[in-house]
């Protein structure tokens, strides 16, 4: 089946799954990111300042990298298209509106959530009612 575009559908099948882990945002010049951060991240992100990864925080404490807050990562399983018009406004918004900062992060098959581990619940709440 492909990617889904509509935006009721999306919104009605979202299905959001918290991970089970925290993770963090870190930063590092480019010259510092070596394959074996990268191959423990679970994203990284190239910008004119720095280089950022989101990686599991038991892997930033063992490479002793500095982090501020800590994050579960909601992954919402429905298969969206990144040509889909309004997901992403919709779950900020409805995040938004509950308190919640939301860091989303868009892949091929999935939007993932980045919120406050403390507001994970909250946060599937808030998501899981958008399909209502």
Request: proline content about 4%.
């Amino acid at each position: 089946m492909g990617a889904e575009t509509d935006l009721k559908t999306l919104l009605e099948n979202l299905t959001p799954v918290a991970s089970k882990e925290d993770y963090v945002f870190v930063t590092l010049p480019q010259a510092s990111v070596s394959g074996e951060l990268v191959a423990v991240a679970k994203g990284v992100f190239k910008e004119r300042e720095g280089t950022t990864l989101i990686m599991p925080v038991v892997e930033a404490a063992r490479f002793a990298l500095p982090f501020e807050g800590r994050y579960r990562c909601i992954t919402c399983e429905v298969h969206s298209s990144l040509d889909a018009v309004g997901m992403t406004a919709a779950m900020s918004r409805a995040l938004g509106d509950a308190g919640i900062s939301a860091n989303v992060v868009a892949a091929y098959y999935h939007d993932h959530i980045f919120v406050p581990a403390n507001k994970v619940d909250l946060a599937i709440a808030v998501l899981q009612a958008l399909g209502d």
